[in-house]
């Protein structure tokens, strides 16, 4: 039933880059302020971003995500710090000679020119001969499916055509670092599963190293290689995608990401590689057994996921990491059902359940007494 | 099965019914302006078209009529002249006026859009409040009389105006430099009249650019000024266009700022226009003058307009 066999960490068959210490970042972010009067839109942000990566900086509005990504493109110098792209300083480097490509949440693409033009522009400036320049378009176009279309103005392409066009048009000069603003903003649902397979495929077998700026966190958790969560001009958490979902380094990438269910309490016991819990919401002790460093009765919040309850009938027969309450809200939604319930303290807990069975006859229902239980691994201890 | 037909009938003619309302509708919207041109336009037009085909003569009005009556004998007769026009294009005089007034004008056109056009960036690219008082700066001198704005440079330029006192007192010039009265006083006078009318048509389309447009040109390897070649610049085309006609046009016929800032010796078809109705007071050749002219200006609006539709 449960998942407690899952380990902290997965160990995959050959360790990424950005895992091994000895490997050389491929985008270096040293100490970047950015400052905008008195306001301050990054602050102290170091960040390294490894060869072949799809990192995605996921944020609200404001969080200082899109003034990241633009410096990285040029367009925002920063107050302080420097950025190293291929191991060359580019603090100083205006936007037209970096080795990088944007593609703009805008698209950008340009009205007045077709869309055989819009991509050929990045390699004109680069002075190549026309005969060239013709067939890197053509490849391109052929390699996003719209060589039937070249001779169209944007004008005249649907949302998803321009985004290809403006994918297009930044790959096209083979650039060492990809930024994309927003890329799948723009488009409706089902495209935008389409083309976040298509990204992936295309980072895959181009090896550019990409950096995505999303405020979507599904859309990072699929892509994304790594995340880094930023809030207020800071990274606040830098981790594969997993990870940051299930062991959250604080309360803000829990709410952030996903659906979470925080409970206040006191530290009351504190061994090597656990701690036990005082809460007043569930009454009974929550023990967490992963790594935590924190001290006896400091106040920390007990972060659960609604997924990682177990919810039943009968009483359990551990009083640790247990409570109960009364179901207050059901919401079917077909591969799961979203309970709420209320707690003695009357604090209400989000559960969702995946409906394993067709026809339940016991499925849970308004005012049913219920009892609550997780394992001591589903639980994350956050002291921030 | 009567019935049937006779109801789709009557649906298929309530349809008509109503498109011919909807028609009917827009006719009318249509018509106001229609009419307007035709009172205002089209028909002074044909006045001074027939004008100009009648000959001059001292009478009231100081033309012949183009139809004669002969009462004793219930015979009318149709005179018309093309001598105004024939006398138009044997005298050079005539022709150098236009080419004169042309040059002036595409001159000062230049000039407006070369100045215009940077003032027009800057209001576009300026916060929401600073844009404001930018615009109600650029429209602001429409609230002073035009004449008055005139008269106003004409003692700035003067010999111990403004602007040659100044220069005197930077010890850049020993004696008072003849601006008034010469060519350079009329470009003046003409760019600085129309540069409003340059500006907002510019700063319309320059307002509505999507500013990533120009940092997708530079990330993808353009430097900033063929960033503006190719990218700003076509974009503001329909700007350009729309302002250089509404400067061209009435600077050609220019007549106030020639005849106030401009020298005996500077030569504009609106000045030759004024002087021979209420000088000479030949009012059909004045006519010719005047149809001649907007025979000549057809021919830039026409070759813009379709510059203008390409850039659509």
Redesign the interface.
């Known amino acids: 039933m449960s998942v407690s066999s899952v380990a902290p960490q997965i160990v995959p068959k050959a360790a990424p880059t950005w895992r091994q210490s000895t490997s050389e970042p491929f985008v270096r972010i040293e100490q970047i302020n950015k400052q905008f009067g008195d306001f301050t839109a990054v602050n102290n942000v170091s960040l390294d971003i490894y060869k072949n990566e799809l990192f995605c900086l996921l944020g609200g509005s404001g969080s200082g995500k899109s003034t990241l990504l633009r410096m990285l493109?040029?367009?925002e110098k920063p107050t302080s710090g420097r950025i190293l792209i291929d191991g060359v300083d580019m603090s100083n480097t205006?936007?037209?000679?970096r080795p990088?490509?944007?593609m703009?949440?805008?698209y950008?693409?340009?009205?007045?020119l077709s869309v055989a033009a819009n991509v050929a522009?990045?390699l004109k400036?680069?002075g190549l001969p026309s005969g060239e320049v013709q067939k890197r378009v053509a490849d391109i176009l052929d390699m996003v499916q719209l060589g039937h279309l070249a001779k169209r103005k944007p004008h005249m392409l649907s949302g998803g055509q321009r985004q290809r066009v403006a994918l297009a048009?930044?790959l096209v000069?083979r650039p060492k670092l990809l930024l994309l603003d927003e890329p799948l903003g723009a488009l409706d649902k089902k495209l935008r599963e389409e083309t976040q397979f298509e990204l992936m495929r295309l980072q895959e077998e181009l090896g550019i190293t990409f950096v995505v700026v999303t405020h979507d966190q599904e859309e990072a958790m699929t892509l994304a290689t790594r995340i880094g969560v930023m809030n207020n001009g800071v990274i606040v958490q830098t981790a594969e995608p997993h990870e940051v979902y299930e062991y959250p380094n604080n309360r803000f990438v829990a709410e952030f990401i996903g659906n979470v269910n925080l409970f206040e309490g006191t530290v009351v016991g504190d061994e090597r590689d656990s701690a036990s819990i005082h809460c007043a919401d569930t009454e009974n002790l929550i023990h967490v057994d992963h790594g935590i460093s924190c001290a006896p009765n400091q106040q920390v919040s007990v972060a659960i996921r609604p997924e990682k309850f177990r919810i039943t009938r009968e009483a359990p027969a551990s009083l640790v990491n247990t409570t109960q309450g009364i179901v207050t809200e059901v919401a079917y939604m077909g591969s799961q059902s979203i309970y709420k319930v209320r707690l003695p303290s009357g604090k209400e807990v989000r559960i969702t359940q995946p409906n394993v069975q067709r026809d339940a006859d016991d499925r849970f229902t308004w005012d049913d007494h219920v009892y609550l239980a997780w394992d001591a691994d589903s639980s994350v201890v956050l002291t921030s | 099965m009567m019935t049937t037909t006779a109801s789709s009938d009557s649906t298929r003619l309530s349809v008509i019914q109503r498109l011919r309302q909807i028609r009917l509708g827009r006719w009318c919207v249509i018509l106001i302006p229609m009419l307007w041109l035709a009172a205002f336009f089209f028909i002074p037009f044909l006045v001074v078209f027939k004008i100009s085909l009648a000959e001059a003569m001292i009478a009231v009005p100081p033309y012949s009529p183009l139809i004669e009556w002969d009462p004793s004998n219930a015979y009318a007769t149709l005179k018309v002249t093309f001598g105004n026009y024939l006398f138009l294009f044997e005298s050079r005089f005539y022709l150098d006026a236009y080419l004169s007034s042309l040059r002036i004008a595409a001159v000062s056109t230049f000039f407006t859009l070369l100045i215009g056009f940077p003032i027009a960036y800057l209001i576009a690219r300026s916060g929401p409040t600073q844009r404001t008082i930018l615009l109600a700066l650029v429209i602001l001198p429409f609230w002073t009389s035009f004449l008055l704005r005139v008269y106003a440079w004409m003692a700035l330029l003067k010999k111990n105006g403004l602007v040659n006192e100044t220069l005197m007192a930077i010890g850049l010039i020993d004696q008072p430099l003849q601006i008034l009265q010469t060519d350079f006083a009329v470009y003046l006078g003409i760019v600085y009249t129309y540069l409003p009318f340059m500006i907002l048509p510019l700063y319309t389309t320059l307002e509505k650019m999507d500013m990533s447009l120009i940092e997708a040109a530079q990330d993808l390897g353009a430097k900033p000024w063929r960033a503006f070649c190719l990218v700003t610049l076509p974009l503001a085309k329909p700007g350009i266009i729309a302002g250089c006609l509404l400067v061209f046009i009435p600077a050609v016929g220019e007549f106030v700022i020639p005849a106030l800032l401009g020298g005996s010796d500077t030569l504009m078809i609106g000045r030759v226009l004024w002087d021979e109705f209420f000088l000479n007071r030949d009012w059909p050749l004045a006519s010719a003058v005047a149809i001649i002219m907007l025979i000549v200006l057809v021919g830039p609006i026409m070759f813009m307009r379709n510059g203008n539709k390409e850039a659509m």
Request: net charge positive; aromatic share 20%; no cysteine.
């Open positions: 493109a040029g367009f205006p936007p037209w000679e990088v490509n944007m703009f949440q805008s950008a693409l340009f009205p007045h522009f990045g400036r680069e048009r930044s000069k």
